[in-house]
């Protein structure tokens, strides 16, 4: 790969008060304008900035903190988080409306190998968030060693033509002193515009990033209208939800191995008892967890059903805080054998988005 020593890095920490930065005009200042003018000064009103807008991939191996990234980036939540790889199985777009324009990041599945067809269309997000953004930011994870999977992404961006940002996620957990050298070893490999350490979980440097990247999106008017935060649909939210939860509890092949798919969502009035005549929303919702084996059925339901109980609760909390009232949500369990290669039970997943 091209040797490129205009990479840019962005120190880890924040410059200390006081300290090397750009110190900020002092008493200069004062003696700059003298009151000369007699004639009057006709002022025009500072020219508006150009609102800029653009779609910023965010991709990067598994696990590295991409929909951490994007989460921190919106403000809230909007993609599922967990700690197993592979969590994320389409693109979701997170939009950030600010005072200088529009970026619309895209998280995306994990950059890996894919070996089912849920994979296989897992990567052809990424493949296509590649191609349409404006700018890519390269996630990393400052704690895992490089191996054969960052040789895969970066044999995956070689087909990038936009500016690529080297994040180098997770720096809160890591000492200083290890990111010079994952800085170094990278800035060799890839012509990155810009190399910054950041943490999505604590939004250190955060800030920057997305400086930087407004810096350099094109010029042009806003995609979204300004309350407009992602592009997936509530039912696909409630589903990644219960995903997320089951991910919290199970191990081994079943992370991989479970979808979630929502039946129905049913919302009713019905009548208030704490207000005499009046009536209160509660919504109904039914979902599937599929997995693949009966033996995985039956951990997922656990001991007289205790595991599908717990994640039904953790489920229907964060919806109902979500939607702002009662919640009733009905889990069922169902095998479906090699649903990962079923385009069908992959279509009626990924529908659920629209
Ligand atoms: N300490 C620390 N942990 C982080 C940070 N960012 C993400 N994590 C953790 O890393 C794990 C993976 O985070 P995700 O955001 O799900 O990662 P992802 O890149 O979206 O993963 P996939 O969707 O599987 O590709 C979670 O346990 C996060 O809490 C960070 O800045 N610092
Ligand atoms: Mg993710």
């Known amino acids: 790969m091209p040797k490129d020593l205009k990479t840019k890095t962005v120190e880890a920490a924040p410059a200390k008060p006081g300290g090397k930065g750009r110190k900020a005009a ?5 003696t700059a304008a003298k009151p000369t003018a007699k004639k009057p000064v006709r002022t025009k ?16 191996r598994p696990n590295t903190g991409k929909s951490t990234l994007l989460n921190a980036l919106i403000g809230q939540k909007v993609a599922i988080v967990s700690d197993k790889p592979q969590t994320t199985r389409i693109s979701i777009l997170g939009i950030k409306t600010t005072e200088r324009g529009q970026i619309v990041f895209v998280d995306n599945p994990g950059i890996h190998r894919p070996l089912h067809t849920l994979n296989k269309r897992m990567m052809n997000f990424v493949y296509s968030a590649l191609e349409t953004s404006d700018a890519v930011c390269l996630l990393i994870d400052a704690t895992q060693k490089f191996g054969h999977g960052d040789e895969f992404v970066l044999e995956t961006l070689g087909r990038v033509k936009t500016p690529v940002f080297l994040l180098i996620n997770k720096v809160d957990i890591v000492r200083k002193d290890k990111v010079l050298p ?5 800035k060799d490999l890839f012509p990155f515009r810009e190399i910054i350490p950041i943490s999505a979980l604590k939004g250190v440097n955060l800030d920057i990033l ?12 806003k995609l979204y209208s300004d309350d407009e ?7 696909f939210l409630f589903a990644e939800i219960v995903r997320e939860k089951v991910l919290r509890y199970v191990t081994e092949e079943l992370p991989f191995a479970t ?18 005549g009046e009536t209160r929303p509660v919504t109904y919702i039914r979902a599937s967890i599929f997995v693949e084996r009966d033996n995985h059925r039956k951990i997922v339901i656990g001991r007289h059903g205790s595991l599908v109980k717990q994640i039904g609760i953790e489920a229907r909390q964060e919806i109902a805080e979500y939607i702002g009232h009662k919640v009733f949500l009905d889990l069922q369990v169902r095998v479906r054998e090699r649903w990962r290669d079923s385009e069908a039970v992959l279509d009626l997943i990924e529908g659920q988005k629209a």
Do not use: F, N
């Open 210 to 221: 997305e400086r930087l990247i407004l810096d350099l999106l094109p010029e042009a008017p």
């Open 182 to 186: 994952i800085i170094d070893h990278y």
């Open 229 to 235: 935060i992602s592009d997936q649909s509530e039912r």
């Open 45 to 60: 009103p500072p020219a508006k900035p150009a609102c800029r807008t653009g779609y910023v991939a965010l991709v990067g």
């Open 26 to 30: 002092g008493p200069k200042a004062k």
């Open 259 to 276: 979808a979630v798919y929502i039946e129905s969502i049913e919302r009713k009035e019905q009548p208030d008892w704490k207000k005499a």
